[in-house]
């Protein structure tokens, strides 16, 4: 599987292109409405034919650009059942599998920042949105977040995978742009060397952020999968 990471600076969100190299189907994970013709460039250019729009969970930083690129492309777009989308083609639960050529995409449910969170992978990465990022994980003081629920989809799920695994994240604020899951159980400074959940909890509960600038129109913009006409 090849793989694209392209970002948004105003958002600090990562969005990825893959493609199975023989077939050319590709999907793109975690779209940003600002940046739909630059993904359009690269696909054209690429030469790839877009199954997929995959969402890790519903955003309340950025809008989706999903909804305008399933127009251009005529992709399915991708969320887990628990986000009680209506504008989605397809709703997940663990364990489904998509296919790009003979390629695998697996899903795996890793709630916690919200209660929707998929981590998806692919032989040697797993694209964990933003319930793991680099040295960091997300927060889970909304959208349903939960401490214990993240604290297991982390250390029971993802520090399960092999520990080669590349983690490519749904985010970063510090210009890191990937990792491995051998790295984060040992330096990610949220969860990682063994943390216990009342250790972890104690962090999360006293992180103090401030919400999302865009959190009031990103969560219904992307319950419409970014298509704001409709």
């Known amino acids: 599987m090849k793989i694209r990471q392209l970002f948004d600076y105003d958002t ?95 899903v795996l449910h890793t709630p916690g920042h919200t209660d929707n969170d998929s981590t998806y992978l692919i032989e040697g990465a797993a694209f964990t949105g933003d319930a793991l990022l680099i040295r960091d994980c997300g927060r889970t003081d909304f959208q349903l977040g939960s401490n214990e629920a993240l604290y297991h989809s982390i250390t029971q799920k993802l520090f399960t995978l092999p520990e080669s695994t590349i983690v490519f994240p749904g985010h970063d604020y510090r210009g890191l742009s990937q990792s491995t899951i051998a790295e984060e159980r040992a330096f990610n400074t949220r969860i990682g060397n063994d943390k216990s959940l009342e250790e972890f909890s104690q962090i999360m509960d006293n992180l103090n952020l401030p919400n999302p600038k865009r959190i009031h129109i990103a969560v219904p913009g992307n319950l419409k999968c970014g298509d704001l006409e409709s």
């Not at 969100?13 to 409405?33: P, R």
């Not at 999903?66 to 251009?72: E, Q, S, T, W």
């Open 12 to 106: 600090w969100t990562y969005t990825y292109l893959i493609w199975d190299e023989a077939t050319k189907e590709a999907a793109v994970i975690d779209t940003v409405l600002e940046q739909v013709e630059r993904d359009l460039q690269h696909i054209t250019e690429l030469g790839l034919t877009v199954k997929y729009l995959l969402e890790t969970h519903v955003h309340a930083d950025h809008i989706t650009g999903a909804g305008p690129l399933r127009k251009k492309t005529s992709a399915q777009i991708v969320i887990h059942k628990n986000s009680g989308s209506e504008c989605a083609d397809i709703l997940t639960s663990e364990g489904d599998v998509l296919k790009l050529g003979e390629q695998e995409i697996r």
